[in-house]
T-cell receptor
């Protein structure tokens, strides 16, 4: 079974502080991991995917297979980063759709 | 041009009624999905169609029936609406099926259903 766990419902930080949004997954195979973001009054959209190994809007995420984690990090949070962040997993067997975590709301305070 | 469009955006109705939500994508994608986002913001897959063929049918009540007249459209019909059906329903599309490496989803804006 595929499962994605985001343990924090809400993460509140001050502008300029480092941010780490946690994501752990359960999957018996090699999954693809994604982070999606939903800004206020906007659509859910892809932020980044692990196979791209890129930094988007200053965010990075590294797939750690040993810890089955895919935490999202940014060294210096900005107010415009405030949004709902979803970690998602796609497997090559079984359910063939993205499985989302429950989401973490990031609040960046001035 | 909106890539994935859903109608209506808001829907308020009484318990027991039947309602439909429509979704259309102009991206040329061959796979479409319906996700349900509950009051706690949890996103859960309901259905997925690939080239008009149902490939995912999660444990949802039979009152929910998806229909895909062509690969650009995926509609969701709900019979005998219940209070617990109140949620935001998101349509999404992708090129290819999840797990194939081509599974970046493009989402619609969501349809907020309120059952009174």
């Amino acid at each position: 079974a595929q499962r994605v766990t985001q343990p924090e419902k809400l993460l509140s930080v001050f502008k300029g502080a480092p941010v780490e949004l946690k994501c752990n997954y359960s999957y018996s195979g090699s999954p693809e991991l994604f982070w999606y973001v939903q800004y206020s009054r906007q659509r859910l959209q892809l932020l980044l995917r692990h196979i791209s190994r890129e930094s988007i809007k200053g965010f990075t995420a590294d797939l750690n297979k040993g810890e089955t984690s895919f935490h999202l990090k940014k060294p210096f949070a900005q107010e415009e980063d405030s949004a709902m962040y979803y970690c998602a997993l796609s497997g090559y067997t079984g359910r063939r759709a993205l499985t989302f975590g429950s989401g973490t709301r990031l609040q960046v305070q001035p | 041009d909106t890539a994935v469009s859903q109608t209506p955006k808001y829907l308020v109705t009484q318990m027991g009624n039947d309602k439909s939500i429509k979704c259309e994508q102009n991206l040329g994608h061959d796979t479409m999905y319906w996700y349900k986002q509950d009051s706690k913001k949890f996103l859960k897959i309901m259905f997925s169609y690939n080239n008009k063929e149902l490939i995912i049918n999660e444990t949802v009540p039979n009152r929910f029936s998806p229909k895909s007249p062509d690969k650009a459209h995926l509609n969701l019909h709900i019979n005998s609406l219940e209070l617990g059906d109140s949620a935001v329903y998101f349509c999404a599309s992708s090129h290819g099926v999840a797990g194939s490496g081509a599974n970046v989803l493009t989402f619609g804006a969501g349809s907020r259903l309120t059952v009174l």
